[in-house]
């Protein structure tokens, strides 16, 4: 039993909602991340590995939703596998065992704070976030794109459902430029 | 105050709310406007002419125009931090306790003692400081600046902080459109009808453009009211964006426009946590710039006083703002246009005493005195327009009294978005005027007035056009009927009478003389004309000026207009405000940003923070009877050396690195090798650039067999990774590596001193005994009952040292608990410059010597750039400039006497030798005060420094004043036998 208390990104004990008018902020410490690349050549030995263990490897700029296991792709032969932390925080171990040696697997759940955003329209808010197109984009849309000087990744799960992965150590400020940009719409 | 110049509500009540009574202030005096109103419209309505001083030649001014093309009428709006100078009255919406103030005067608008400068305006011609103030040199700075610069000039900035926030985003469109005239709203119905994604964008407060100070209709509906039900169905549709308040001020590469958005301008102040203003950056598939036209004067003797006008601008006043500027007034036109005015301001029941219609022949203006080829040859009027001087066809002379003249001396198309790509404006002999050329920015079409097509009619058709052929729509909607009437003018650029000035760039105080004088001296390019009399460089760009002093300039070089050239434009179309330029990026918000896992428990202890790129690290910890930070920083290394230390060392760079080429990769992208490095060990690697001078240095881990994590400097961990992603995906695609950061996904912490093993002995739960983890060993490890850890057996500061990482949530924790579990050994918690102290006590090489140009030979560690490998700087450190035997030698420095100083930066210098550069010996990089040696000690590159070792030289630095006799030592000060370290 590890005895150690876990902090969260913004430094809390507990993950927790910021509301400004109709938007929600959700600080997300349960989702384990984790990166698989694909090792040369060894892109069909991969592919038959994720299928067989129901691991999704999605295409450029899209997010598949899954259980346990949702994927997003970051570059070519790259993906963020995401899952839930309590069953998989040992995340990488867990997809070395399904993928074995046709990918590399690194560890990835605390290089980033995740925030899950909920309104009505998300457009009007992420317009001041980021070049995005976010309203002509579809459900399942993933980008690396710029936040306040801060490279992060933006998911679209709906009109009004986002999730942006930034830097762990700039949480504070990443949730300060989301909030301040809020004040300005809401 | 009473609105006397208000048109009877009978006559046509204009686009005004005179339900609603709003009151402002201007030099102090209350005035009452309307919604609706801009700032100039209303002072107008209230009979106020005089509303600003010139820029050099302080003469009295009024409003020229009434758009944003305004020279004139500038004022500083607001007081407080929020004063704001140089803001055109033409386009300042009013709100109810506006405060405006005129500027650029003294003691007061109507007595203005830097008056003089008109008086002696023959001193001040164009090029006069540069000739006039020549001598004595030194006076230039010290007296002639100051005294110029405070009597020409605009508005004074507040000194005080702007309080208001600004905003910065991104929109997407199909089409945007560039103004909300005719042609605009045309371009926009068309392609929003057709369901595309459609951005409008106007300046202006109100839709509509030259349509809301028209009368003539379009359709079977006066031209505003089709504007107005335009817009009302372009806001139904959920395609489209109207963006009033929105000046599209620049076109950029790849089809991106700026836009400002003054989005509480018009408030007395933003709501809270609203923007001021929004920047925005517009990216569109396709572009039509519909910005209309500008109206120009006619250059004619003191043509400058309050009361002339546009005659365009006398239209819209009486039309869109119920406003008759004068009580007689009169026109001077050389096109039909200034006798449509004439009609308009009739129509509305000011007198028009007389059209001087420079033009012969043409049918006369029934009911008026219509004066045919005659010129406005000079005015009078302290103040204001009291007069004017008519030379008429006849020759004969006569005065009129007026209070307001209307100038029309034909339209310039507003090219000046399409010339932002350096795209030259091409002269259209028939309209007198420049029109866009065809090689402007990729995607952006011209409509309306700005492509030349003056008329309604002609406007709203290839608006309509270009909106079609932008987005290739198969179908084009009917369009209303308007007007179609031809242009007829005969280009009148400046009445040649008399000696007197005549203005052609108001703003800058450029005058048909000046012009001259630019011709006789030579400056007969555009652009010397331009830089020689200041022509366009005012804030309004010479959007009224520029083609008239063109124009005077072909005249005098006997030239065609076309043959002289022509100015482009460059962005911002009118001012921008630098807060909206910086955003929210100022003060504290400038850039985010990093905290390390340590950062709260630091914060708790009262830790001194530095900011290190955007990390905020630990400095240093004060402990109560500290007063000074050396207090803090001795304890700090002493307790360490001492016991054990810890450092949160997060911030440096971690890349895994994987693949079965992984350990191949390494040993190109290092000068040692690393590909026989066993796994469970770490190693030093040193990293060159192409040219053989040292990029980077760190630590490198084996993991695994294919397996390793790769540490950077802080500084240099996001340029490594970028250098390792260009290597494996450029320079040896074929390579089975792949690599992500990690930086951020662990906490890592050094553990150092005598004492360190056996404090991580209570936290780690694996046997970490010397012979089970020694020296340069890494492994991974569970701490605390099976968290997942890594350890690493390294040193930065000849210690016994560790440093362990664990998942960066679990970071706080880890410290507290080391600290908790370990307090019988004392632990300290010591920040960076207790950190510098002991590299530099190890002659360890960091920032000051890892400076982008010195050698691996220079730092001594010249055996590690292997030759049985090929890596990147192999070859080119090799050169012979970079190995000659006598060059830089990183060496360590004391000072002969225990309390001698020393300064990083300081200079080498034989005993005896001048401090000149050719004696120069090399230079300290860095320094540091040694508490367990008692003195200064520093690192630094002396030239042949490996054989001066035991030598006596002088450490010099001029700008202190520094002089110290120093001992050259090895750069290990510190135990360099290595045996604490193995401890």
């Known amino acids: 039993m590890v005895s150690l208390q876990p902090l969260t990104a913004l430094g809390r004990r507990e993950a927790t909602t910021v509301t400004q008018g109709p938007l929600s902020i959700t600080e997300r410490s349960d989702v384990a991340l984790a990166s698989v690349a694909v090792r040369k050549g060894r892109g069909t030995d991969l592919a038959k590995a994720a299928e067989k263990a129901d691991i999704p490897l999605p295409g450029p700029a899209t997010h598949q939703p899954g259980t346990p296991y949702s994927a997003f792709w970051i570059t070519p032969e790259m993906w963020f596998v995401e899952a839930p932390y309590a069953s998989h925080e040992l995340i990488a171990d867990l997809l070395k065992h399904a993928l074995g040696d046709a990918a590399s697997i690194t560890e990835q759940t605390d290089a980033w704070v995740a925030f899950d955003l909920t309104a009505p329209d998300l457009a009007p808010l992420l317009e001041r976030l980021c070049n995005v197109d976010y309203a002509a984009q579809p459900e399942g849309y993933a980008t690396r794109t710029v936040m306040d000087h801060l490279g992060v990744y933006l998911i679209k799960h709906g009109r009004g459902s986002a999730r942006i992965y930034g830097p762990r150590s700039s949480a504070e400020s990443l949730l300060h430029a989301i909030e301040t940009a809020a004040h300005s719409v809401w | 105050m009473t609105q006397s110049h208000r048109i009877d509500a009978k006559l046509g009540g204009g686009q005004i709310d005179r339900t609603k009574t709003l009151r402002f202030t201007f030099d102090g005096l209350p005035y009452q406007g309307h919604p609706g109103d801009t700032l100039a419209s209303a002072l107008l309505a209230n009979g106020v002419r005089l509303m600003g001083r010139s820029f050099k030649y302080h003469r009295p001014r009024g409003p020229l125009s009434a758009g944003s093309e305004e020279p004139n009428a500038l004022v500083e709006l607001r007081t407080g931090a929020r004063q704001e100078p140089n803001t055109r009255a033409t386009v300042v919406e009013l709100f109810d306790g506006l405060t405006a103030n005129s500027q650029n005067r003294w003691p007061s608008l109507r007595f203005d003692a830097m008056g003089i400068n008109d008086k002696l305006s023959a001193f001040f011609a164009a090029g006069f400081y540069y000739k006039t103030f020549m001598w004595p040199k030194s006076f230039w700075e010290k007296l002639y600046e100051p005294i110029i610069r405070r009597a020409a000039g605009l508005g004074s900035v507040t000194r ?61 509906v006066p031209g505003a009211d089709w504007a107005a039900a335009s817009v009302a169905e372009l806001a139904t549709m959920p395609n489209v964006r109207l963006m009033t308040r929105t000046t599209v001020m620049g076109a950029f590469d790849h089809g991106i426009y700026g836009a400002v958005e003054r989005v509480a301008d018009h408030l007395p102040t933003p709501a809270k946590g609203k923007p001021r203003q929004s920047l925005w950056r517009i990216y569109s598939g396709r572009a039509i710039l519909a910005a209309g036209a500008t109206e120009r004067p006619i250059a004619f003797e003191n043509n400058d006083r309050p009361g002339i006008l546009l005659a365009g601008a006398l239209r819209a006043y009486a039309n869109r703002w119920g406003v008759k500027v004068g009580e007689r007034v009169a026109i001077f036109t050389n096109n039909d246009d200034g006798l449509r005015s004439a009609l308009d301001l009739q129509a509305k029941g000011v007198d028009v005493v007389a ?37 008429q066809a006849n020759g004969r002379s006569e005065n009129i009294a007026i209070d307001a003249l209307g100038v029309s001396g034909g339209w310039n198309p507003n090219v000046n978005i399409h010339s932002h790509h350096r795209s030259r404006p091409v002269y259209d002999p028939g309209i007198a005027a420049f029109i866009p050329g065809s090689d402007g920015p990729p995607g952006l079409l011209v409509a309306g007035a700005a492509a030349g097509q003056m008329s ?9 056009d270009a909106a079609v052929a932008a987005l290739e729509l198969s179908r084009s909607p009917d369009l209303p009927e308007a007007e179609d009437m031809p242009i007829r003018i005969t280009p009148l650029w400046h009445v040649a009478h008399g000696k007197g000035r005549a203005w052609i760039d108001q703003q800058n105080d450029v005058t048909v003389k000046d012009v001259k004088l630019a011709h006789q001296e030579n400056f007969t390019s555009v652009e010397h004309l331009k830089r020689y009399t200041t022509l366009g460089m005012a804030t309004d760009q010479g959007k009224t000026g520029n083609v008239i002093g063109l124009a005077v300039m072909a005249e005098l070089t006997g030239r065609s207009i076309p043959e002289t050239g022509t100015t482009i434009y460059r962005p911002p179309y009118t001012p921008v405000a630098l807060g909206a330029l910086a955003g929210r990026s100022r003060g504290r918000e400038f850039r985010p940003f990093r905290l390390t896992p340590s950062h709260h428990w630091a914060r708790e202890q009262g830790a001194v923070f530095v900011e290190v790129g955007n990390w905020l690290r630990t400095q240093w910890i004060p402990k109560p009877g500290e007063t000074e930070w050396r207090q803090s920083v001795d304890r700090e290394v ?18 895994d690195i994987q693949g079965t080429d992984a350990g191949a990769f390494l040993d190109r992208v290092y000068a ?43 500084a240099n961990a996001v340029t490594v990774f970028r250098h390792l992603e260009f290597c494996r995906q450029c320079l040896w695609p074929e390579m089975d590596v792949q690599l992500i950061s990690t930086t951020e996904a662990w906490a890592q912490f050094s553990v150092a001193g005598p004492n360190a093993r056996k404090l991580l002995e209570k ?6 005994s010397d012979a089970a983890f020694p020296y340069m060993g890494a492994g991974n490890i569970t701490v605390c009952g099976g968290l997942r850890a890594r350890l690493f057996r390294i040193s930065f500061s000849g ?100 309390n001698g100083k020393l300064t990083a930066g300081s200079h080498f210098l034989e005993k005896g030798a001048a401090p000149v550069a050719a004696n120069d010996g090399g230079w300290l990089t860095s320094k540091v005060y040694s508490p367990h040696l008692g003195h200064d000690i520093a690192l630094g590159y002396l030239k042949a420094g490996d054989k001066k070792i035991g030598q006596r030289m002088r450490i010099v630095n001029l700008l202190s004043g520094l002089d110290t006799e120093v001992e050259i030592v ?9 045996e604490r370290l193995r401890g």
């Open chain 2, 456 to 464: 309604t009619h002609a406007a709203l058709k290839t608006g309509r």
């Open chain 2, 672 to 714: 040692n090798t690393f590909s026989t490095l066993p796994v469970g060990k770490c190693r030093y690697g040193l990293m060159l650039r192409e040219d053989g001078i040292v990029f980077d240095d760190g630590t490198t881990a084996r993991m695994g067999e294919h397996e390793y994590v790769m540490t950077t400097t802080t």
């Open chain 2, 763 to 768: 936290i780690v739960d694996q046997d970490i």
């Open chain 2, 638 to 655: 002493l307790a360490t050396r001492k016991s054990v230390g810890i450092c949160d060392v997060t911030t440096l760079g971690k890349i």
């Open chain 2, 355 to 391: 059209v001087i219609d420079s033009r012969q022949g043409g049918s006369l203006l029934p009911g008026i005195r219509h004066l045919q080829g005659a010129e406005v040859i000079d005015t009078s009027g302290k103040l204001g327009l009291a007069s004017i001087a008519v030379r």
């Open chain 2, 799 to 898: 210690e016994l040292a560790y440093e362990i990482a664990v998942p960066t949530r679990y970071g706080d924790a880890l410290l507290r608990e080391m600290l908790a579990r370990g307090a019988e050994y004392d632990p300290v918690v010591y920040g960076t410059e207790a950190l510098g102290v002991m590299r530099v006590e190890k002659g360890h090489v960091a920032g000051g010597e890892l400076n982008g140009q010195s050698t691996a030979l220079n730092m001594g560690l010249g055996r590690m750039v292997s030759k049985k490998k090929d890596s990147i700087g192999m070859v080119l450190s090799q050169r012979e400039g970079l190995t000659d035997e006598n060059g830089y030698r990183l060496v360590g420095v004391k000072p002969v006497d225990p």
């Open chain 2, 970 to 978: 090895s750069p290990h000060m510190f135990d360099p036998e290595g």
């Open chain 2, 160 to 220: 005080e902080e702007d309080p208001d926030e600004y905003d910065k985003g991104f929109l997407h469109c199909d089409l945007l459109v560039i103004g909300a005239g005719p042609a605009g709203l045309m371009a926009a119905l068309t392609a929003g009808r057709a369901g595309k994604r459609v951005i409008l964008a106007d300046e202006d407060f109100r839709m509509g453009g030259r349509l809301n100070a028209e009368t003539y209709a379009v359709g079977d």
